[in-house]
């Protein structure tokens, strides 16, 4: 069974950083494209970045210079780092599977909060 | 610029059909896109990824009165025989080379 599971959020001050953390299970993190999506309170969803499995990450103009993706193959995990963080980084961060190379999200983990403010 | 534009809200009554569009920006017609649902409180779930000829393929578990159809550059849901939690927002999404794109969302209130 296919799950994501996000940690690391919490309230962080502005000019923070903060890693975020996604475990897998049931399939292989470095064989498929892996994404961060976020989703600020009472909006919609907004993309933030994505992993290849060859290696390649590509970022949304809103957080590119500050956040980097990654993932560590031996725990199968992706992260997030997110540095210089801004109040309106705040919002719920979601990580999803692509289903195939450049196909849906199929899978998404049930996301962790984070809170910029002072 | 790759854009998906979805209506904010929609709504419909208990046992009644309802179709939601989203609609591809001019010069990416063609694309394909995946449909998610999300209900209060809840993660993104996705539904259907689902083509410019109007096949679609559902996620595990997603029940048949979810279905999805194209014309042009208008990719659509349609959920049929409504019941009280798919009371929820929908999402368009889809992907091009270095980009994922999500549509702004259609809040759906189910009478």
């Known amino acids: 069974e296919v799950q994501l599971v996000e940690s690391g959020g919490g309230l962080i001050q502005p000019g923070g950083s903060l890693r975020l953390s996604c475990t897998a299970s049931?399939?292989?993190?470095?064989?498929?494209?892996m994404n961060w999506v976020r989703q600020a309170p009472g909006m919609g969803l907004e993309w933030v970045s994505v992993i290849y499995s060859v290696g390649s990450t590509y970022y949304a103009d809103s957080v590119k210079g500050r956040f980097t993706i990654s993932r560590d193959n031996s725990k199968n995990t992706l992260y997030l780092q997110m540095n210089s963080l801004r109040v309106e980084d705040t919002a719920v961060y979601y990580c999803?599977?692509?289903?195939?190379?450049?196909?849906?999200?199929?899978?998404w983990g049930q996301g962790t909060l984070v809170t910029v403010s002072s | 610029q790759l854009v998906l534009t979805q209506s904010p809200s929609a709504s419909a009554s208990l046992g009644a059909s309802v179709k939601l569009t989203c609609t591809l920006s001019s010069g990416h017609t063609s694309y394909a896109i995946a449909w998610h649902q999300q209900q209060p409180e809840k993660g993104p779930r996705y539904l259907m990824n689902l083509n410019s000829d109007g096949s679609h393929n559902k996620g595990d578990g997603i029940p048949d009165r979810f279905s999805g159809s194209s014309s042009g550059a208008e990719r659509y849901l349609t959920i049929s025989s409504l019941q009280s939690d798919d009371e929820a927002d929908y999402y368009c999404q889809t992907w091009v080379t270095g980009i994922r794109v999500f549509g702004g969302g259609t809040k759906l209130t189910v009478l």
């Open positions: 049931g399939f292989t993190v470095s064989s498929n494209y």
């Open positions: 999803a599977r692509e289903a195939y190379t450049y196909g849906p999200f199929d899978f």
